[in-house]
């Protein structure tokens, strides 16, 4: 009994720090706290009502994924946006997944179509969802699905950071309509280039797809940017 109070005991700070750790997450991804916003964890700690110490492991885990910095002096900051760094990783997105398509195109047709099955009813056959954030999910997947199919299990693993990475902003994708709808197109083309084994067709398609996307989430980025500096103070 007193070990199963103690697992409770240990497992709780655990839970607030991850409850902690996604409120602010969230808060960065919907621009409630702006690029350059400074706050204290005691700041934090009163808003969130809880104590220092899971703040300060959430926004450690934050700062390992390159979301905030600290300044021992004066408490931690919300990175700037570095658009040069998020456009790096979309080249390397480019990178993996086309040499994703590659292998799978030089795969038996069966068997791509096996891996790919999925993607196809969810894309090609299954009726469209008009919801961006929903769309959004299922594009991150429809991607990492693409790479996880290819074969490579370290590959596959470096792309999921990656794109945990550029969430902040390949979100923002998916707030047009025009932008869903081409989402679906040009996945649904993709897979056809892929499963008809044209390797080249596939990644130009998708070259163009990952391109067009890139530039389209920096002009909202900014615009986003621009309108929630227009905003009441944000938190805390």
């Given at each position: 009994?007193?070990?199963?109070?103690?697992?409770?005991?240990?497992?709780?700070?655990?839970a607030?720090?991850?409850?902690?750790?996604?409120?602010?997450?969230?808060?960065?991804?919907?621009?409630?706290?702006?690029?350059?916003?400074?706050?204290?964890?005691?700041?934090?700690?009163?808003r969130m009502?809880?104590?220092?110490t899971?703040?300060?492991?959430a926004?450690?885990?934050?700062?390992?994924?390159?979301?905030?910095?600290?300044y021992?002096?004066s408490?931690?900051?919300?990175r700037?946006?570095?658009?040069?760094?998020?456009?790096?990783?979309?080249?390397?997105?480019?990178?993996?997944?086309?040499?994703?398509?590659?292998?799978?195109?030089?795969?038996?047709?069966?068997r791509?179509s096996?891996?790919?099955?999925a993607l196809?009813l969810?894309?090609?056959e299954?009726?469209?969802?008009?919801?961006g954030?929903?769309?959004?999910?299922h594009?991150?997947a429809?991607?990492?699905?693409m790479?996880?199919?290819?074969?490579?299990?370290?590959?596959?693993r470096?792309?999921?950071?990656?794109?945990?990475?550029?969430?902040?902003?390949?979100?923002?994708?998916?707030?047009?309509?025009?932008?869903?709808?081409?989402?679906?197109?040009?996945?649904?083309?993709?897979?056809?280039?892929?499963?008809?084994q044209?390797a080249?067709e596939?990644?130009?398609i998708?070259?163009?797809?990952?391109?067009?996307?890139?530039?389209?989430v920096?002009?909202?980025?900014?615009?986003m940017?621009?309108?929630?500096?227009?905003?009441?103070?944000s938190?805390p």
């Open positions: 009994m007193q070990e199963l109070q103690s697992k409770r005991g240990k497992a709780r700070p655990e607030l720090a991850e409850k902690v750790y996604q409120t602010i997450k969230n808060d960065i991804f919907d621009f409630r706290l702006m690029p350059g916003d400074r706050f204290s964890e005691s700041e934090m700690a009163e009502e809880v104590s220092r899971p703040v300060r492991q926004l450690f885990w934050l700062e390992r994924e390159g979301y905030v910095e600290v021992f002096r408490g931690w900051q919300v700037q946006f570095d658009f040069e760094y998020f456009e790096e990783l979309y080249d390397l997105r480019i990178v993996l997944e086309c040499e994703a398509v590659r292998r799978l195109c030089s795969m038996p047709p069966a791509a096996e891996l790919l099955s196809s969810f894309w090609v299954a009726p469209r969802l008009e919801d954030k929903a769309v959004s999910l594009d991150e429809f991607h990492m699905a790479v996880a199919a290819a074969g490579n299990s370290e590959m596959a470096i792309h999921a950071e990656l794109t945990e990475k550029i969430r902040i902003i390949r979100r923002l994708d998916f707030t047009r309509e025009d932008r869903i709808e081409a989402t679906y197109h040009e996945h649904a083309r993709i897979l056809q280039a892929v499963l008809h044209h080249e596939a990644q130009r998708l070259t163009d797809h990952i391109a067009v996307s890139k530039a389209e920096r002009k909202i980025t900014l615009h940017l621009q309108q929630a500096r227009l905003q009441p103070d938190p």
